[in-house]
């Protein structure tokens, strides 16, 4: 027998809780549909959650989110083979409410979500494929077809938060053009477990506080970086990687992560470590230029699915754009179906919401930011550039006189294969994305 909601959520990622969250607060019959045996089974992460937008979902989230470690750390590396240079901050601010960013693991983290989702009445049907769209004479979206038998769901609104290369934002013809392997990057992690105080120690933190650290310049040239994030009593350590780089440099993502792993700034931090974990997914990296239509005949597309995930190389922000689009999306359906126009017209205040929010706003701002971060230059000249010139600042060469800091640039500049027009204009572009 089909049974029937106001509306469908496919996917129970942070997108997808958060809009069955929203649209069930609005007094909405909602299913929130998941493959996995549990929300958050297979889903992958670098580690980091940055919750400010969780206040208008969830007030005081901080008191029951399952957090590892409040992030009161954050370091940005650049490396050679043989070379690092930390800009490392901290502030205690970070580690008091409301907070900035938290480690977690996805399993606590969807299956928290999820839980608040449920208790504001939508129901959770796990270990359910959806497997297509059910679309109405004219053409439509009016529910879906899941792998159980009779499991056909029908609905006045299906908000598709299915993830990175959504097959339901596919099939309702949402992506003009086949989702190009060029925005897509691969995520390698290992987590790897230490006993506390000997991270505690090597981390220099204590109590719940927390470090991320984001490297560029560790992927052999390939459009990418690396990220480490310290968790409670282990460290997730990845790479992040250009699919179609990695194809053209014929290596295998593994190989760029145990060479990390290698690294004489890294090998320190994870020395003893045991892998607990090792995991592999996909990045939309494409940014505001990549994203498919957002609202379409009864469906809306949140999240990773419309590649709302804010990540060039190093930068990883995704749960935070998925939670946000997830909220507007169950607002905008919500409002729709009040209305009684779920067309794409009547669903067309979701863009608006997203606009005038972080969420497109920020994309919109950062729109060549990912292209920049992965570009050639910057994956393959510039760390050296970077570390050539500080070592040049540091090193002490008596009794020769030391070489002014313009020598030196040049020099540098020179050694790594750079024109200074272009290190004037790519640092234009990225103050301005800044
Ligand atoms: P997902 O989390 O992918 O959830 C999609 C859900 O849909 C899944 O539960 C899946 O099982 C389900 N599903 C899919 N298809 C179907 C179907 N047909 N039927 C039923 N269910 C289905 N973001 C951060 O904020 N911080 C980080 O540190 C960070 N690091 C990252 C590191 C790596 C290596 C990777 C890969 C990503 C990282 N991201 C990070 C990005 C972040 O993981 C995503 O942006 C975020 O998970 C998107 O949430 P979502 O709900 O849109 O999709």
Redesign the pocket.
Known sequence: ATRTFDVVV????????AAAMEAARAGLSVAL????PF????????????GRILDELIPRWWERMPVQRWVTRRSTMVMTPSQALTVDFRTEDWGRPPYNGATAF?ADL?GWLAEQAVEAGAVLVTS????GLLKDASGAVAGVR?DRPDGDLTARVVIA????N???AKEAGMFPDEHQAEHLTL???QTLALPRETLEERFAISGRDGVDIEMLGCTRGIPGGG?L?TNLESVSL?V?LGLTGVREAKTRPEEILAELKRHPAIAPLIRGGEQIEY?????PEGGYRSMPELAGDGILI????AA??L?AGIW???????LG??MYAGRAAAAAIGAGDTSRRGLSGYRKLLESSFVLADHRRLRDFPGLVLSDRMQRNYPGLVCDLVQGMFQVDNPRPKPGLRRLLRRSARDNGVRLRDLVRDSWTGMRGL
């Open positions: 496919v996917g129970a990622g942070p997108a997808g809780s549909v998941e493959r996995g929300p958050g089974a297979k889903n992958v992460y670098g580690g980091v959650v940055y996805r969807d359910t494929v959806v497997t899941t938060c299915d993830g990175v959504s097959f339901l995520g390698v992690k990220f994030y990845g992040v995991s592999a997914h996909l990045i949140a999240g990773d699915a709302m995930c990540a990883l922000e995704g749960v935070n754009f998925a689009a997830g």
